[in-house]
T-cell receptor, first 109, second 114 residues
């Protein structure tokens, strides 16, 4: 079993749709949580950190449930430019990042 | 600010050969981590260097080794290349203090082993 599990998708949604991604992690000692975005053949880039209180950045909302070891990302009003792979990432001890395999999002006109 | 730079961007090697990949961290960053990303997978942690020493290591064989220089730049060496070593190799730099400091990735080196 992978330490960070994500639905690989693809999620194919129309522009303007709301889409939610989920992720579960198995190690309860995990300390930090992130969503990264990776465009095709490019490097991953930090989208947002995730906190237990939940946090929002424009159209993006992330939630963390430590008890259920569950992380979510909600994208509202999807844009064509949101098409990418979204990587759920968990940090353990001094910045060792554990990546999920990613969820692919395709936003169509 | 140049960000994280990696070289070369692409590389083709023959099975059994050795390869060295290079990384220059973002200005002000002192920690360098290396990741291997196979096609369709998320990056897998190889190891991390801080103060010129390997601080953490993932589940990779001893064929994978590294080095960090006094200017914080780093090299990843892979010996006795296997076909399965074909992947995108990513370098990430960060600052050593704090849990939630962002890791910045370079554009990667795409290694093909034939």
């Amino acid at each position: 079993r992978k330490e960070v599990e994500q639905d690989p998708g693809p999620f194919n949604v129309p522009e303007g749709a709301t889409v939610a991604f989920n992720c579960t992690y198995s190690n309860s000692a995990s300390q930090s949580f992130f969503w990264y975005r990776q465009d095709c053949r490019k490097e991953p880039k930090l989208l947002m950190s995730v906190y237990s209180s939940g946090n929002e950045d424009g159209r993006f909302t992330a939630q963390l449930n430590r008890a259920s070891q569950y992380i979510s990302l909600l994208i509202r009003d999807s844009k064509l430019s949101d098409s990418a792979t979204y990587l759920c990432v968990v940090g353990r001890s001094s910045y060792k990042l554990i990546f999920g395999s990613g969820t692919r999002l395709l936003v169509r006109p | 600010d140049a960000g994280v730079t990696q070289s070369p961007t692409h590389l083709i090697k023959t099975r059994g050969q050795q390869v060295t990949l290079r990384c220059s961290p973002k200005s002000g960053h002192d920690t360098v981590s290396w990741y291997q990303q196979a096609l369709g997978q998320g990056p897998q942690f190889i190891f991390q260097y801080y103060e010129e020493e390997e601080r953490q290591r993932g589940n990779f064989p001893d064929r994978f080794s590294g080095h960090q220089f006094p200017n914080y730049s780093s090299e990843l060496n892979v010996n006795a290349l296997l076909l399965g070593d074909s992947a995108l190799y990513l370098c990430a730099s960060s600052v050593s203090s704090g849990w939630n400091t962002e890791a910045f990735f370079g554009q990667g080196t795409r290694l093909t082993v034939v």
